[in-house]
C-alpha cells in the first residue's frame, strides 16, 4: 500500500512539472509605443508585436483599454509557439493633449495579465496661428 502512494505522489508530481514545461510565452518587440508628437485628426493606429516563445498555445483572451479613446483589437485565432502576432491600438486622435493609457492584455501565457502603454502628445495645429 505504501508503495502504492509513492508512486502516485511521483506520477503526480510528474504530470505536474510536465504541465508546468507547456506554457506559452508571449514576448513584446516593445511594450511601449510612443506616438511622439502627432497632429490632431491623424491616423492613431499602431501595432504591438509579439512572438509566442513558449511551447503551447498561446490563446489572447481579453484585450482592455484604461479609457475610450484607446480601442485595442486582438488577434482570435491561437498564437502557435515560434509564431508571431499583433495586438492592434487605435487612439482617437481628435483629442487634443498628452497621450498615457495602458492596454491590458488577458492570456494563457506564463504572464497570463501583461500591461502595455501607449504615450505622446496629440497637437493641434491650427492653435499655432
Known amino acids: ?19 508546468a514545461q507547456n506554457k506559452a510565452k508571449m514576448e513584446f518587440k516593445s511594450e511601449t509605443i510612443d506616438y511622439g508628437e502627432i497632429k490632431k485628426g ?17 490563446v489572447i483572451e481579453d484585450v482592455k483599454s484604461s479609457c475610450g479613446c484607446t ?4 488577434p482570435e485565432e491561437p498564437i502557435l509557439p515560434g509564431e508571431t502576432g499583433e495586438i492592434e491600438v487605435k ?28 504615450k505622446g502628445t496629440v497637437i493641434d495645429e491650427s492653435d499655432d496661428s
Open 1 to 19: 500500500m505504501k508503495k502504492l502512494v509513492v508512486i502516485t505522489i511521483f506520477l503526480f508530481a510528474g504530470l505536474a512539472v510536465a504541465q
Open 91 to 118: 487612439y482617437d486622435t481628435k483629442r487634443v493633449g498628452p497621450i498615457r493609457k495602458t492596454v491590458t492584455v488577458y492570456s494563457n501565457s506564463e504572464e497570463p495579465v501583461k500591461a502595455l502603454k501607449i
Open 71 to 74: 480601442v485595442p483589437k486582438k
Open 42 to 58: 491623424s491616423d492613431g493606429v499602431r501595432v504591438f508585436e509579439f512572438k509566442n516563445t513558449g511551447n503551447a498555445p498561446l
